[in-house]
């Protein structure tokens, strides 16, 4: 089973919807939490990363992402998506009880129609 | 600029025949690490390196190797390519733990 779980592949909205995708993880104890985006053509870049505090992150371009560490989960979210915001999003995992070796999860497509 | 470079960008080659993808940054980072990208699989890490003659196996290390002689270079080697490893990589910096920070543009390589 993936260590790191994004549940939806592929997802389609229109500018202006809110947007959240999923990343679940397997790990217990500490964690680390990030979220990666690749835009077409590009590399990717990190958008957010949790290392320990408040458990809702502020990232770059109008993203944050929540930990639940009861529910394993560290959800994307951005309240309004522009056309721009089409790429794929990674969210990424580094648990001590793994070594402390960064794990990816499958990725989610996001395709934002203008 | 702080860039991390990977050389070539494509590749097509034929199976058995060694190459080498070349990875160079120049923010003095102490880590840098390798990773395949496939369609429905995410990045998964083949090899990662937190200094200078100190490297470790990531997920996926089967048919690859790496050396780190110098801070700055990360080359991925491929001794007998085959097929399967026909893939997308991308090489990444990072100077404040594993999660990376810089990657590169990636390169696409075709093994026939």
């Known amino acids: 089973a993936q260590s790191v779980s994004q549940h939806n592949h592929h997802v389609i909205l229109s500018e202006a919807a809110s947007l959240e995708l999923g990343c679940n993880y397997s790990?217990?104890?500490?964690?680390?939490l990030f979220w990666y985006v690749q835009y077409p053509g590009q590399h990717l870049q990190l958008l957010l990363k949790?290392?320990?505090?408040?458990?809702l992150v502020k990232g770059i371009k109008g993203f944050e992402a929540e930990f639940i560490k009861s529910k394993f989960s560290f959800n994307l979210r951005k309240p309004s998506v522009q056309w721009s915001d089409t790429a794929e999003y990674f969210c990424?995992?580094?648990?001590?009880?793994?070594?402390?070796?960064?794990?990816f999860g499958g990725g989610t497509r996001v395709l934002v129609k203008p | 600029e702080a860039q991390v470079t990977q050389n070539p960008r494509y590749l097509i080659t034929v199976t058995g025949k060694k190459l080498t993808v070349t990875c160079s940054q120049n923010?003095?980072?102490?880590?840098m690490s390798w990773y395949r990208q496939d369609p429905g699989l995410g990045l998964r890490q083949i090899y990662y390196?937190?200094?200078?003659?100190?490297?470790d196996k990531g997920d996926v290390p089967e048919g690859y190797k790496v050396s780190r002689k110098e801070k700055r270079n990360f080359p991925l080697i491929l001794e007998s390519p085959s097929p399967n490893q026909t893939s997308l990589y991308f090489c990444?910096?990072?100077?404040?733990?594993?999660?990376?920070?810089?990657f590169g543009d990636g390169t696409r390589l075709s093994i026939l």
């Open positions: 390196s937190m200094n200078v003659e100190v490297t």
């Open positions: 990424a995992v580094i648990a001590r009880a793994a070594g402390n070796k960064l794990t």
């Open positions: 949790y290392f320990s505090g408040d458990p």
């Open positions: 923010m003095n980072h102490e880590y």
């Open positions: 990444a910096s990072s100077g404040t733990g594993p999660q990376p920070q810089h």
């Open positions: 790990y217990g104890g500490t964690v680390n």
